[in-house]
């Protein structure tokens, strides 16, 4: 019997096409994506109104940060909400606290960055409870990574 029409040979040239087949498509497959790089944790740290205002996600690579109730949070990840384009904007590197409490983000509930912390003193209990609620929202949802103090100068 002929190497050709033996069929024992026929079964070992198929064995031996599928593997070299599987062994060249395999290496000609590119590599795998490179992992997306994680953003580095933040060190918890106090925050003066100016040095928060920095952390206003302006540029795509900032952080956004935002005070709530004395809190800072990391809400970077929301920034469809807190970046320049979206509707919450202007909480962007501020103390949300007054806006949150009385649910309005118009400009004249952030106080001024350069001015002492908003006391929330003047606030009626359903605003309190409002701001409160809010800020267990804060708390469940983003990272923690400050508390706000008082301007230095
Ligand atoms: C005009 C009426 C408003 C509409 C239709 C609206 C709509 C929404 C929607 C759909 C969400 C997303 C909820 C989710 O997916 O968890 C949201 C979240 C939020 N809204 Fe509003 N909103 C309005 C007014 C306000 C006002 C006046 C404030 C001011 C304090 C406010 C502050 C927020 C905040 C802080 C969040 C949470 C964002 C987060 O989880 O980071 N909203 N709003």
Redesign the pocket.
Known sequence: MSSLTNPVNWVLAAVLGYISYNYFSASAAPPPPAPRPRPLAMVFREYTPKELAEFDGRTEDTRILMAVQGKVFD?TR?RN??GPDG??GN?AGRD?SR??A????EKSMLAPIDGPVDKLDNLDDDEKEALSD?AV??EG??QLVGKLIENKD
């Open positions: 809400v929301g909400f807190y509707p919450y909480f949300a806006g949150l009385k649910n309005s983000f809010w929202h804060f949802k983003y």
